[in-house]
């Protein structure tokens, strides 16, 4: 299963990848994660990278094309994955058809999580995560059990992301009208958007993307 995950920062589209990656066995496929890795390493791209991703502007197609052929080259993604945060603009979403064109294994499916943007803005103001296993907490809406402990590992390294400041935010979500919300069409022009209200209990929205995930084309 070959999926490509839409949504605004903070519509839970990561948390959605994180459950759909058990129940069907493939990989999520995180670009966001990935670059926050290569930063922690201080590699080159990392170091590259960074200042576009504090300012929350988007990093360059370049560096992003790189990263995503090395992660589809590796083994676990053979029966599908679930793409959380790539493509991220229309030129992205060339390259990635073109990669996959290669190995004759398109986008199946490509799901939008829909949610306003007032909702949004508290969401991600909100938004804490575990450094050891990556799980997602809000402060408001959902925080872990024990104040400062992962539900998931145990972990006390929870923390806001840097880039999850208002200023921030509110330029991200400009970002992300302006560059990703063209996608919507993209998918829509192939036939293979599926959009998912992204508002109510977590497992209701995991149950509406099962249920448009079930007889996809090959
Ligand atoms: P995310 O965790 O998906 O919200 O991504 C965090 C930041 O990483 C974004 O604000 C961008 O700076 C950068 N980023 C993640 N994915 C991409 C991408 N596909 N293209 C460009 N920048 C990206």
Redesign the pocket.
């Known amino acids: 299963m070959r999926i490509v995950l839409l949504g605004a920062?903070g519509s839970g589209k990561?948390t959605q990848a994180q459950r759909l990656t058990s129940f069907y066995n493939i990989p999520q496929i995180?670009?966001?994660?990935?670059?926050?890795a290569e930063v922690s390493a201080g590699t080159v791209a990392g170091l590259q990278?960074k200042q576009?991703?504090d300012?929350?502007?988007?990093?360059?197609?370049a560096?992003?094309l790189d990263m995503?052929r090395g992660r589809l080259q590796e083994k676990d993604t053979q029966n599908g994955f679930i793409l959380?945060?790539?493509?991220?603009?229309i030129s992205?979403a060339h390259s990635l058809d073109d990669l996959l064109a290669e190995i004759d294994k398109p986008v199946q499916a490509s799901l939008l999580i829909d949610v306003e943007f007032d909702i949004l803005l508290k969401r991600i103001a909100g938004r804490l995560s575990c450094k050891s296993c990556n799980a997602v907490y809000n402060q408001y809406y959902s925080p872990p059990q024990t104040a400062d402990t992962c539900d998931n590992c145990g972990s006390s390294d929870i923390f806001q992301?840097a880039?999850d400041n208002e200023e921030t935010i509110r330029h991200?979500l400009t970002?992300y009208q302006q560059s990703t919300a063209p996608l919507v069409e993209f998918y829509t022009e192939k036939g293979i958007l599926k959009r998912i209200n992204g508002i109510g209990d977590m497992e209701d929205i995991t149950n509406a993307i099962k249920a448009e995930l079930e007889n996809l084309p090959a």
């Open positions: 920062p990561g995180s670009t966001g994660d990935l670059l926050r990278a576009a991703m300012a929350g502007n988007l990093v360059s197609n560096i992003m995503i959380d945060g790539y493509p991220r603009n992205q992301r880039d991200r970002v």
